[in-house]
């Protein structure tokens, strides 16, 4: 399908294109005209290679400070580092003449470092590499600074988990993933030191550069001299203009076919997985105060499969990030077992960490992902590749996978080395509802694998249920009760707490001994799980599915409402003095009339009113 564009746009687009490549067309009519005898090839020569020379050496100066420059920029926040920002732009805006005079100020003659240098950062190749990297260097910092700060912070931290350092992840993640918006600004800052003129005029006349040349010859032989030396100039700047654009293309086209890196054998064992042992007790105390919220956990739990729960901003991310070490706490204590996790770095923790948008590094096939963590084993490799099904996606980049895909190599590349806690968040919040059912099955086959402790984060109680033996439910940055996860399904601490569990009605009652509450109208509520306290005024619902229509049913109800939905009906019935939702595939019931229904005692959830 042809795409639309807006009527102006074409329009607006053509005549600045027209505009610029005018002078180029009217510049080749003037071909025949030029006087090419009166060109001085040696001097052009000396100063095309001046040019080509203190451009390339600026440009490499520029890199090997901009681009940590640019990272600083993005990464460190507050008003110094913005001023900082601010200044290192300036040269942008200022004529070029001024920036030379500015520079006359710092290395001219009668100046510090030109008495210094005893001159000889003035008229010399050193002095038009200083000027060059002073009008430059603004492009590639900016271009840096953009690139990093546009880059989700969340690959370092998972690079960090996989033990690599802060140097190690800024040189294999960090600029590999920045280094296409970088590359232009490199492009830039060498077309801008190649043709700079005015400071160099200032600082530097001589050795001539190519423009520093053209001013010079132009003034000697005027306009039919000029082509002649412009020729060169248009030759370099299309020549460097056509390779960029080249190897962009060529990284572009060689990221398409999948790649095979290897052929992964299967091993035998649980190759990276610890060895289950005595469990070990984990034990998480937490503070972090942000703008607006405030965190603040105290959990201990034995059982290896744990869970966190709670709605959305509630800080159950949050909480996984500062047990990792990603983020800075106001107050932390990790421990599992013996071992005192909140002393260490994040590369040593021995972490794994799925974070919830999978975060594979863009620039690696899956074969390197996988042997990117330090102390990642063969056999681990070689296993997993197996496990997870991902024989013959070795060679495949992130972007060439399905969401499906990109979880179990991100699963995968946790896995690869032995880690006595994983740290799942959402993982399974981008996929389908088939696929998010088939992964959670495959992940409770592997828990069972794992020696290891995992804490999944999620909101959903369906997933907590399956997939974990203890839960923490927060909400607001405070838990709001932890234990047990059948004891907080059957009894949580409040409605609060039994919504965030599933329940859907919330309905009051009296308890009338261990394990039966009155509803009114004669209605006794029969329910497992822990012994309530006869005569205490509890609250209480049903779990979605816990109740159904039944013509022998046990409990005598009328229909209230009936709205169809497209599987069928959702009808609500009044039993005693409260009312409950059920979904059945057809009503068999009409509205008004008394009907008969089973409620499963364990899918009843009970609460203190008190």
């Known amino acids: 399908m042809r795409r639309r564009i807006p009527a102006p746009l074409p329009w607006l687009a053509g005549l600045l294109a027209v505009y610029l490549i005018a002078p180029l067309a009217a510049g080749i009519q003037q071909a025949t005209s030029a006087d090419w005898h009166a060109v001085d090839v040696p001097a052009l020569a000396r100063a095309c290679a001046v040019s080509l020379g203190s451009a390339t050496a600026a440009t490499m100066l520029i890199a090997l400070g901009g681009i940590p420059l640019g990272y600083l920029l993005a990464r460190l926040p507050g008003r110094a580092m913005a ?57 590639l910092i900016i271009a840096a600074r953009s690139a990093f700060a546009a880059m989700d912070t969340a690959f370092e931290g998972v690079a960090a988990t996989l033990g690599r350092g802060p140097f190690a992840t800024f040189l294999r993640v960090s600029l590999p993933i920045a280094w296409p918006t970088i590359s232009s600004g490199l492009l830039l800052a060498w077309l801008r030191a190649f043709g700079e003129f005015g400071a160099t005029v200032m600082v530097a006349y001589h050795p001539y550069s190519l423009p520093v040349y053209t001013y010079v010859a132009f003034g000697a032989e005027g306009l039919p001299a000029m082509l002649p030396i412009l020729l060169p100039a248009l030759v370099l700047a ?5 390779l960029s654009d080249t190897l962009a293309r060529r990284r572009g086209e060689g990221r398409s076919p999948p790649r095979r890196a290897g ?97 594979l590094f863009p620039h690696l096939t899956v074969w390197e992902q996988l042997h990117f963590a330090v102390g990642a084993q063969p056999a681990a490799v070689r296993y997993w590749i197996e496990r997870l099904d991902l024989r013959g996606l070795e060679g495949r980049y992130p972007d060439a996978l399905s969401l499906g895909q990109q979880q179990r190599v991100a699963l995968a590349r946790a896995l690869v080395r032995p880690s006595r806690l994983i740290l799942l ?58 234990g047990p996860t059948a004891t907080l399904f059957a009894r949580p601490a409040n409605e609060t707490v039994a919504r965030l569990l599933g329940a859907e009605d919330a309905a009051a009652g009296v308890a009338i001994d261990q394990s039966r509450i009155a509803l009114g109208g004669g209605i006794v509520l029969h329910v497992a799980g822990p012994p309530l306290r006869p005569g205490a005024r509890v609250g209480w619902s049903i779990r979605p599915g816990g109740a159904r229509l039944r013509a022998a049913g046990a409990y ?52 203190s009113r008190e």
């Open 83 to 139: 001023v900082l920002g601010f200044l290192v732009q300036l040269p942008l805006a200022l004529p070029p003449l001024a920036s030379g005079i500015l520079l006359l100020f710092l290395v001219g003659y009668s100046a510090p470092l030109g008495r210094l240098s005893g001159g000889a950062l003035t008229d010399s190749l050193s002095g038009i590499i200083l000027c060059q990297v002073f009008v430059a260097a603004p492009f």
């Open 425 to 482: 968040d959402e993982p399974f919040s981008a996929l389908d509802a088939p696929l998010r059912a088939r992964l959670r099955l495959e992940l409770l086959a592997l828990q069972h694998e794992f020696g290891a402790t995992t804490i999944l984060v999620t909101h959903d109680p369906e997933e907590a249920a399956l997939l974990a033996d203890e839960l923490l439910v927060i909400k607001d940055g405070r838990p709001l009760q932890s």
């Open 263 to 359: 052929r992964s054998e299967p091993a035998p064992g649980r190759a990276g997985v610890v060895p289950a042992g005595e469990r070990a007790e984990l034990v998480v105390q937490l503070a972090r105060r942000l703008d607006g919220f405030a965190l603040d956990i105290d959990w201990s739990a034995r059982a290896r499969r744990l869970a966190l729960l709670g709605p959305s901003g509630s800080g159950k991310s949050l909480t996984l990030r500062l047990i990792a070490g990603l983020d800075r706490a106001d107050r932390a204590a990790v421990r599992i077992g013996d071992k005192d996790l909140s002393q260490l770095a994040p590369a040593r923790r021995g972490i794994a960490y799925l974070p919830q948008g999978y975060n």
């Open 238 to 242: 299309v020549a460097v203009l056509a």
């Open 556 to 607: 005598r109800g009328c229909v209230e409402g009936v709205v169809r939905t497209g599987l069928g009906a959702r009808i609500t019935v009044r039993l005693g003095d409260s009312r409950i939702h059920i979904a059945e595939s057809r009503p068999p019931c009409p509205e008004g009339a008394s009907c008969r229904l089973d409620i499963d005692p364990d899918a009843v959830q009970v609460w």
